[in-house]
């Protein structure tokens, strides 16, 4: 399975921005996508999950209102679309995948992306 996640950059505060993680390698009958964010010396924080056979969603409560998760089932492509953007936003952001069942643990997860990293200035 690979990951391949894109789309950071520098943003102001208030802006938006969409993330787009590519998948590839198995079925994504089961599959449980999530963003993740990390900033250094800080674990890596759980962002939102997406269900890809049924669509729900959940989000963090710091992301709740702002961003969005959405797939594209032709490109094999989940998305985070983040708008009203914090500079507290900033970090490295991680696409992960597993299958069968959802979890919030980055622990939980098997399969990681690259990392993207984007920049909100205030």
């Known amino acids: 399975v690979q990951l391949q996640a894109s789309g950071g950059g520098l943003v102001q505060a208030g802006g938006y921005l969409r993330l787009s993680c590519a998948i590839s390698g198995r079925s994504f009958s089961y599959a449980f996508l999530a963003w993740f964010r990390q900033v250094p010396g800080k674990e890596r924080e759980f962002v939102g999950r997406?269900?890809?056979?049924?669509?729900?969603?959940v989000y963090a409560d710091s992301v709740k209102g702002r961003f969005t998760i959405s797939r594209d089932n032709a490109k094999n492509t989940v998305y985070l679309q983040m708008n009203s953007l914090k500079p507290e936003d900033t970090a490295v952001y991680y696409c992960?995948?597993?299958?069968?069942?959802?979890?919030?643990?980055?622990?939980?997860?098997?399969?990681w992306g690259q990392g993207t990293q984007f920049t909100v200035s205030s």
């Open positions: 997406m269900n890809w056979s049924g669509g729900s969603t």
């Open positions: 992960a995948a597993r299958w069968y069942s959802a979890a919030s643990d980055a622990n939980d997860y098997n399969y």
